[in-house]
């Protein structure tokens, strides 16, 4: 890395680093942009070459929760764990970062759904848990257990979707309820399908 480029990484980092204290301490909606570069020591049109949006910084954080977690759930499967409790491990992960972090992670997790189609694709890209839980997949396909008509990359984001809705729900509506019993329901509905099982002995 040239003498620029690691000039540019420390500022972005002392940017991060202080919008991150700010929005922990004041709130999200109630920091503003100048007051993030005046935290960090730079101009307000430096914020806005590194972080185009407030939302954007939150970008970067969601990326480092999600890298971390990669990393663990890649160990435990090198580790031969059953790839379904670390999916599980995955989503109460998420679930649990999610009930800490609330008013952190709800601004971002509403970035994907942002109309302007630039801003849901960077939030779409730097939140990649569909392609992590596809990963967790492999193994179960390679086994026969899951599907063999879908691919991964649709099971892995259909499951990631419902962790997204689970918590945009789960904060509008029963922010008094454990999110990761609410999204435990929703896989074990994903997995094992809605539809009434007959009982052992009975005839089809």
Same mark, same amino acid.
Request: hydrophobic content about 45%; cysteine-free; glycine content about 6%.
């Given at each position: 890395?040239?003498?620029?480029?690691?000039?540019?990484?420390?500022?972005?980092?002392?940017?991060?680093?202080?919008?991150?204290?700010?929005?922990?301490?004041?709130?999200?909606?109630?920091?503003?942009?100048?007051?993030?570069?005046?935290?960090?020591?730079?101009?307000?049109?430096?914020?806005?070459?590194?972080?185009?949006y407030k939302e954007a910084?939150?970008?970067?954080?969601?990326?480092?929760? +999600?890298?971390? %977690?990669? *990393? /663990? $759930?890649? =160990?435990?499967?090198?580790?031969?764990? @059953?790839? &379904?409790?670390? +999916?599980?491990? %995955?989503? *109460? /992960? $998420?679930? =649990?970062?999610?009930?800490?972090?609330? @008013?952190? &992670?709800?601004? +971002?997790?509403?970035?994907?759904?942002?109309?302007?189609?630039?801003?849901?694709?960077?939030?779409?890209?730097?939140?990649? +848990?569909?392609?992590?839980?596809?990963?967790?997949?492999?193994?179960?396909?390679?086994?026969?257990?899951?599907?063999?008509?879908?691919?991964?990359?649709?099971?892995?984001?259909?499951?990631?979707?419902?962790?997204?809705?689970?918590?945009?729900?789960?904060?509008?509506?029963?922010?008094?309820?454990?999110?990761?019993?609410?999204?435990?329901?929703?896989?074990?509905?994903?997995?094992?399908?809605?539809?009434?099982?007959?009982?052992?002995?009975?005839?089809?």
């Amino acid at each position: 890395m040239g003498v620029r480029e690691y000039q540019k990484k420390r500022r972005r980092d002392r940017i991060f680093q202080a919008a991150m204290a700010l929005f922990r301490e004041r709130g999200f909606q109630a920091t503003t942009a100048t007051d993030i570069a005046k935290a960090a020591h730079v101009s307000r049109g430096t914020f806005f070459n590194y972080y185009p949006y407030k939302e954007a910084v939150l970008l970067d954080y969601g990326s480092l929760l +999600l890298s971390g %977690l990669k *990393e /663990e $759930v890649r =160990r435990r499967l090198a580790q031969g764990m @059953d790839p &379904l409790a670390v +999916l599980r491990f %995955l989503l *109460e /992960e $998420v679930a =649990r970062a999610t009930e800490a972090e609330k @008013d952190l &992670l709800l601004p +971002l997790l509403y970035e994907l759904l942002n109309p302007d189609p630039v801003r849901a694709k960077a939030a779409f890209e730097a939140l990649p +848990l569909g392609d992590l839980i596809a990963e967790v997949l492999r193994p179960l396909r390679e086994r026969g257990v899951v599907r063999q008509d879908l691919s991964l990359e649709r099971m892995g984001r259909t499951l990631a979707d419902l962790y997204f809705l689970a918590a945009l729900r789960w904060a509008a509506y029963t922010p008094h309820r454990s999110l990761s019993e609410e999204l435990e329901k929703s896989l074990s509905l994903a997995l094992e399908g809605i539809l009434a099982r007959s009982p052992k002995g009975a005839r089809a």
